[in-house]
């Protein structure tokens, strides 16, 4: 399954933003799915998971009570939304689809990746 996330860019410190990302060529309704974050300089970094089902979800501490993961698998498609956006959000913002159904905080365990999108957050 080939992903594409959107819904990055520029957002000053308090805002918020929701990113989206699409599945072409194939279901997520199979998979477990993520989203990760790389900051310039660092590792990239588990933010969310979600499971084949919707039914649970998992957050990084950093983002816990501020950020929300939902999926739409009728429209094959997986959100992150994100309030109270801090200046040490800013990254790349990967969605990822793994083949089990549970949560995985491994980024080595997914095996798509969607191209990622930027979210910069001004203080």
Do not use: C, L, Y
């Given at each position: 399954v080939q992903l594409q996330?959107?819904?990055?860019?520029?957002?000053q410190a308090g805002g918020s933003m929701r990113l989206s990302c699409v599945a072409s060529g194939g279901?997520?309704?199979m998979y477990g799915m993520?989203?990760?974050?790389?900051?310039?300089?660092?590792?990239r970094e588990f933010?969310?998971?979600?499971?084949?089902s919707g039914s649970l979800t998992l957050y990084a501490d950093s983002v816990k009570g501020?950020?929300?993961?939902?999926?739409?698998?009728?429209?094959s498609a997986v959100y992150l939304q994100m309030n109270s956006l801090k200046s040490e959000d800013t990254a790349v913002y990967y969605c990822?689809?793994?083949?089990?159904?549970?949560?995985?905080?491994?980024?080595?365990?997914y095996t798509s990746w969607g191209q990622g999108t930027l979210v910069t957050v001004s203080s």
């Open positions: 996330a959107s819904g990055g860019g520029s957002v279901t997520i309704s993520g989203w990760f974050r790389q900051a310039p300089g660092n590792k933010v969310a998971g979600i499971t084949r501020r950020f929300t993961i939902s999926r739409d698998n009728v429209k990822a689809a793994h083949q089990g159904g549970g949560v995985e905080v491994f980024a080595a365990m």
